[in-house]
């Protein structure tokens, strides 16, 4: 048996094996194009890390590589996040979605949900689908 590595480890951390428990009803096509996808995926990423590894001038580790590939993934989703709750209270019309709505959907507090975006990533919003904000007069509303 081959000597396995601290890449095997990662592969198997993050592209897992679907089992056929993951698949309603036993369905055993729909197991095997899962696993071939992820078959796929596993090769792809292993291929990745390795040349990574080889062309890697320094110390490389994957581990902290993944561990900041992780981290710069979740900035993105936060910063996804935030322009869409810009979106959904700065912009739809003629009311915007409710505070509880969204932070029900954001796992957020309503107040944590009502100043988690900024006035910039409400113009980048507004840049992005080429119009202005729902005009506010003195917004106090607490929906």
């Keep these: 048996m081959a000597k396995r590595d601290m890449i095997d480890d990662l592969v198997d951390i993050l592209y897992p094996w679907p089992g056929a428990e993951d698949v309603p009803d036993g369905d055993e096509d729909a197991l095997d194009a899962w696993r071939s996808e992820v078959s796929d995926e596993r090769e792809k990423f292993e291929e990745n890390l390795r ?10 580790d994957p581990l902290l590589a993944e561990i900041s590939a992780a981290r710069r993934e979740m ?20 009311q915007p979605y409710q505070l509880k709505d969204l932070a029900g959907a954001t796992g957020m507090s309503i107040s944590g949900t009502r100043s988690a975006y900024t006035v910039e ?4 919003v507004a840049r992005r689908i080429g119009r202005q904000p729902r005009f506010r007069a003195e917004d106090t509303s607490t929906d």
Excluded: Q, S, V, W
Aim: net charge negative; hydrophobic share 40%; glycine share 6%.
């Design 51 to 60: 040349l990574n590894e080889e062309h890697a001038e320094g110390d490389y």
């Design 75 to 94: 900035r993105a989703a936060e910063e996804r996040m935030r322009m869409l709750l810009a979106y959904g209270r700065e912009f739809i019309k003629p």
């Design 121 to 124: 990533e409400i113009a980048a």
